[in-house]
């Protein structure tokens, strides 16, 4: 199985400041069709996960331009400008390339 | 609008199944891909697996044959999980969610449910 292995955040965040979420693979994401499969979730308290970031870099419909999705096909970086405070949650970067799909353990947001 | 509601939570006794249904609506069904998660709280997401609702077509998790079946019934667009012998390792929240398999990513999700397998 493809081992997803995600950083930590130096919490809290302080309101407005960048925040930036690593993610690695353990097997190159990158297809010979030339697209990442890479997704990036928020997980909200006591919500579902919602998509941010699909094929690495490709924000989701209606999802705020303050986030973008950066890497290489094993190395990914999930930037948040200017955070806010629905932001709050836990991040889970998430692999599409082969069975089983796997997600990283995820990383906690707080906002200071 | 597209919704994924999943029905209410479980609480189930030891070597005992339980179904759980997941009902959409606002999109076709019958030539869509669900997939189901279990997440234990305050942990991450695990995939369960994935059936086609055009043919039935499913691919599972190794680690969860043998414990989850995936059916779907297009009649009423519903999408079903039956969990069998359950232990006290299978308590989770589970959720479903639709895949798109076009574009790579789940991008509809239900509610999720709480199975609590307790005597």
């Known amino acids: 199985d493809i081992v997803m292995t995600q950083g930590a955040l130096p919490n809290p965040v302080p309101s407005g400041e960048s925040a930036s979420i690593t993610c690695q693979s353990s097997k190159s994401l990158l297809y010979s069709d030339g697209k990442t499969y890479l997704n990036w979730y928020l997980q909200r308290p006591g919500q579902s996960p919602q998509l941010l970031i699909y094929?690495?870099?490709t924000r989701a419909s209606g999802v705020s331009d303050r986030f973008s999705g950066s890497g290489s096909g094993t190395d990914f970086t999930l930037k948040i400008s200017r955070v806010e405070a629905e932001d709050v949650g836990v991040y889970y970067c998430?692999?599409?390339?082969?069975?089983?799909?796997?997600f990283g353990a995820g990383t906690k947001l707080e906002l200071k | 609008q597209v919704k994924l509601q999943q029905s209410g939570a479980e609480l189930v006794k030891p070597g005992a199944s339980v179904k759980l249904s997941c009902k959409t609506s606002g999109y076709t069904f019958s030539t869509s891909y669900m997939s189901w998660f279990k997440q234990i709280p305050g942990q991450s997401i695990e995939w369960i697996g994935m059936i086609y609702a055009g043919d039935g077509g499913t691919g599972y998790n190794q680690k969860f044959k043998g414990k989850a079946t995936l059916t779907v019934d297009t009649s009423s667009s519903t999408a079903y999980m039956d969990l069998s012998s359950l232990t006290t390792e299978d308590s989770a929240v589970y959720f479903c969610?639709?895949?798109?398999?076009?574009?790579?990513?789940?991008?509809?999700w239900g509610q999720g449910v709480m199975v609590t397998v307790s005597s």
């Open positions: 998430q692999q599409f390339l082969e069975f089983p799909y796997t």
């Open positions: 094929w690495m870099s």
């Open positions: 969610a639709r895949e798109d398999y076009n574009n790579y990513y789940f991008d509809y």
